[in-house]
């Protein structure tokens, strides 16, 4: 089936919002990180290859996807709009201060509470560091004008490879009214969903943990 839509948009620019939300038009179902961690570890090998640029099975990766956002699959946004020429590209922002202290808050944190006892959440914190802090970041994340630097260059990256019909830039406080007319779709009677604030990040963080402690 191949994927529809490639999100470009950085961790924290909603894009948990954005996969709701594509989700609710018709595009199951959305790849994002909480889906790789929830139901598929063994893809943490496939994006270490891609980000070392090695060849990788898409079609297997994103099998019963239509839709990929967030990291790690942002990541390969240049590869993945190559690979599906028929896609459309969203490229999610928000204004970059709040962007780098919601990610310091949520998943930067979170990914180094992922230490301890507990071998399988140690290796998913050093896999996010691989693909993220490191990665994209040359581990200088909490160097908030180089983290901001990156992030608007990306941004720029994006804007500058992808032809305007087939990109949008899109702000989750747009609502559904943009994403609907680029996606050629009806605007639901619900809504447009906004979640995965700060504090729903950090309770289930929180729930992660107590059930980590339950099984010791």
Request: hydrophobic share 40%.
């Amino acid at each position: 089936m191949g994927l529809d839509i490639v999100g470009a948009g950085f961790g924290r620019t909603g894009t948990l919002s954005l996969k709701t939300g594509l989700e609710l038009l018709g595009f199951k179902r959305c790849y994002h990180m909480l889906e790789l961690v929830r139901h598929h570890a063994g893809h943490r090998p496939l994006w270490s290859a891609a980000r070392r640029g090695e060849a990788v099975d898409w079609d297997v990766l994103f099998e019963g996807y239509r839709a990929a956002v967030d990291w790690p699959a942002c990541n390969s946004w240049e590869r993945l709009a190559a690979y599906y020429p028929r896609s459309k590209v969203i490229l999610s922002l928000r204004d970059p201060d709040r962007w780098h202290a919601s990610v310091l808050n949520t998943i930067y944190a979170g990914s180094k509470a992922r230490r301890g006892d507990d071998p399988e959440q140690e290796e998913v914190g050093h896999w996010i560091d691989e693909i993220i802090w490191d990665g994209v970041f040359d581990g200088r994340f909490e160097d908030k004008d180089y983290a901001i630097g990156v992030y608007l260059a990306h941004a720029e990256r994006v804007k500058s490879a992808i032809p305007p019909e087939r990109l949008l830039v899109f702000e989750p406080a747009d609502g559904w009214a943009p994403l609907c007319e680029f996606l050629e779709r009806d605007i639901p009677d619900a809504p447009f969903p906004h979640v995965n604030s700060t504090e729903e990040f950090r309770e289930r963080a929180r729930a992660r943990n107590r059930r980590s402690e339950g099984a010791d």
